[in-house]
Every structure is written in C-alpha cells, then in structure tokens.
C-alpha cells in the first residue's frame, strides 16, 4: 500500500488482489483473509477491506460464501467488462505514442518483447 499514490486505498487493495489471482499466486478457490484480519494486518478501517472484496466480487475475480469468507475464483476469464477497459486504455496509449512519433514497427518489437 502506498500512502502517496493518488488513488483510494481500496482501490489499491483491489488491484493488488486482482493481480495475485491473474497471476496465479492465489490458487482457485484459495481462501482470502478476513476483513478484519487483513484490515487489523495493514491498520486500516475494515470498511475499506469490505469495499474492495465487494467490488472484486462484482468483477468475478472472488466469490463469497456466506459464514466461510471470500474465495478466489476459479474463472476470472470471464469478466468481459474488464477486459473491454483495459482494451480501450491500451488504443488511448496506443494513439498517444503514435501522435509522439512511435512507429509501428517499435509498438510491435514491444509487444514481442512483452511476450518473450
């Protein structure tokens, strides 16, 4: 958590959540911690845990079971509007370098060496 970043912590913990469970460092199914254990580990209000479990619940990466906790889901592929998001931020990107003068060749070498 960075208290300098300009955005809610909440949201800092739904993107850090979010990409142990793309990455695969949290297992399908893993079971997440507690809002009030992780709200006690990182010593903030347990309302802001709660958001950020809803949210990440609303976007299909966890899923909650009512009186055993918030779990990782299995099929985070299946979130269609995030996926949508992000598409659209990488053609503004896209259309912001080329308007800087990258060319398409350099776009494509670093997308080849993203991939690598």
């Known amino acids: 958590m960075n208290y300098r970043d300009s955005r809610p912590i909440y949201e800092q913990i739904k993107d ?9 460092a949290m297992a ?3 079971k997440l911690p ?5 709200a ?3 010593s903030i209000n347990p309302n802001t845990i709660q958001r ?22 299995g099929n985070t592929g299946a979130d269609e509007a995030r996926k949508a998001e992000l598409l659209s931020q990488v053609r503004e990107l896209l259309a912001e370098l080329r308007y800087l003068g990258v ?14």
């Open 16 to 24: 850090g959540l979010r990409k142990l469970i793309v990455t695969g």
């Open 28 to 30: 399908p199914d893993e």
């Open 34 to 38: 507690s809002v009030r254990a992780l």
């Open 40 to 42: 006690t580990q990182l």
């Open 52 to 73: 950020a479990y809803n949210e990440l619940e609303g976007e299909g990466y966890i899923y909650s079971v009512p009186g055993k906790g918030s779990f990782a889901s």
């Open 103 to 116: 060319s398409n060749a350099e776009l494509a070498a670093l997308v080849k060496e993203e991939q690598a």
